[in-house]
């Protein structure tokens, strides 16, 4: 059987607890013990998981659980814990699908106030294919109460998203459409009541991902020929400044180095 299993020491607190980690504590503290989040039955397999930080120390588990079975339900999951790992109310079905879709890749974020936006891939078919990029992207926002309300998007083709929310509750998405030397990022932002803000911004290559800043600002960083660059924008879209590399021009003289994955964060 499957299982997330988180481990509470300063440095997971940088992830999921940043606002109750100690102003002094050393990295190098013994951890408590491991928190179980969730564990699938006999018939599900893991497919993916992501974490955020709350307000007063909480923090939210989202994942994606798949059966082959034709019959049997795939599931987009969401559980709340607080400060010491204990769960706040029930886990919630943010999503559930049945037959010839699968449910993976899925990311979460939160605003000041506890909100929750999430999205997920759907692969329509039966097994999910991770070399694919021709699944569909779906958004969802949950309020503090678990009240969950599905955004309109029109993402039949992509892959790999990235989900980013500001401190009222606007919404930047980021995913990848295309295989192979046709693959390109893209990049949409959403107002918190979920309707549409900019157009589909055409970014770089692959592997996009997305944060935002205190003033409102976003960051957007993705893999470009090999090396990791990034453009900062305005909510509407509006490209602020040129794009930049994230890794201060480093040169890989390592023909076989493949830079995979990047990830962009803001305070």
Known sequence: ?????????????????????????????????????????????????????LPDGQFGVLWSEHDDDLY??????????????ERLGEEITVYQVVGYASTHQPVIAADKTGRIAVAWAIDENLEIDTNS????????????????????????SGCRPDIAMDADGDIALVWQVGEGITRRAKLQTYLADGTEYSEVIGLGQREPSVAFSSDGTLLAGWIQSNRPEGQRFSLDGTRLGEEFRLDTDITYSDSSTILDTPTVAAD
């Open 1 to 53: 059987m499957d299982r997330i299993t988180f481990r509470h020491t300063p440095l997971a607190a940088a992830v999921a607890l940043s606002v109750v980690m100690p102003a002094k504590a050393s990295l190098l503290e013994i951890p408590s013990p491991a928190i179980g989040v969730y564990q699938v039955d006999s018939q599900h397999l893991l497919t993916g998981y992501d974490v955020v930080a």
């Open 72 to 85: 049997s339900y795939d599931y987009v999951k969401l559980q709340r814990f607080d400060q010491n790992g």
């Open 133 to 156: 990029c021709d699944d569909r992207i779906d958004i969802a926002r949950i309020s503090q109460d678990g009240t969950v309300d599905n955004v309109s998007v029109d993402i039949d």
